[in-house]
């Protein structure tokens, strides 16, 4: 494995935690709930696309 290839999962994980965090926090909101759940979905996507890379 190259060095991107051992980074870019790291990176990825650490992106979707961000998300799932203030994607949440923004879902608690009422004005903001629809961009909130959005970003919430995209983490469990970005979780996801991480599995599949590490198989």
């Known amino acids: 494995m190259t060095g991107l290839e051992q980074v870019a ?3 990825a994980m650490i992106a ?3 998300l799932a965090w203030f994607g949440v926090r923004l879902a608690m909101r009422p004005d903001t709930r629809t961009k ?3 970003m919430v979905v ?3 996507v970005l979780v996801g696309n991480v599995v599949i890379w590490t198989l």
């Open 9 to 11: 999962p790291a990176i």
């Open 16 to 18: 979707a935690f961000v």
């Open 36 to 38: 909130g759940v959005l």
């Open 42 to 44: 995209m983490a469990l």
